[in-house]
Nanobody, 122 residues
Framework: QVQLHESGGGPVQTGGSLRLSCAASADTYNSYYLGWFRQSPGKEHEWIASFVSDDKTTYADSMKGRFTISKDNTKHIVYLDMNSLKPEDSGTYLC????????????????WGQGTQVTVSS
C-alpha cells in the first residue's frame, strides 16, 4: 500500500515562499520515484517535478526556476521549495509515486497522498 503524506501548505502572499513536504513510508520511498503535481480549480492535474533517479530530477518547463524538488533519503521525505509565488500557483499540491522507464517518469494512477492546499493571495 502506497503511503504518502503531504504537508506545508497554507496561505502566502504574492512573492512569498513555501516548502512542501511529502513523507513516505519506507516501502513507498524505496519502491517508487516521487514527484509533485498541482491541481487548481477548473484545471487538469499539472505536473511540476519528479525524481528520475536517486540524484536526477526533471521539471515541467513552466515550473523551472521557481520550484525545486529535493529529498532526504534518511527521513524518506521529498520536498518542494516554491519561491516567488503567484496567485495562479494556488491549488492542491499532490505527492505522487511513479516509475521510471528510459529516463522518463510515469506517475501511477491513484498513487498519491491527500494533498496540501496552497493559497497565494495578491
Amino acid at each position: 500500500q502506497v503511503q504518502l503524506h503531504e504537508s506545508g501548505g497554507g496561505p502566502v502572499q504574492t512573492g512569498g515562499s513555501l516548502r512542501l513536504s511529502c513523507a513516505a513510508s519506507a516501502d513507498t520511498y524505496n519502491s517508487y520515484y516521487l514527484g509533485w503535481f498541482r491541481q487548481s480549480p477548473g484545471k487538469e492535474h499539472e505536473w511540476i517535478a519528479s525524481f528520475v533517479s536517486d540524484d536526477k530530477t526533471t521539471y515541467a518547463d513552466s515550473m523551472k526556476g521557481r520550484f525545486t524538488i529535493s529529498k532526504d533519503n534518511t527521513k524518506h521525505i521529498v520536498y518542494l521549495d516554491m519561491n516567488s509565488l503567484k496567485p495562479e500557483d494556488s491549488g492542491t499540491y499532490l505527492c505522487v509515486a511513479g516509475d521510471v522507464h528510459d529516463g522518463t517518469w510515469f506517475p501511477k494512477a491513484g498513487y498519491w497522498g491527500q494533498g496540501t492546499q496552497v493559497t497565494v493571495s495578491s
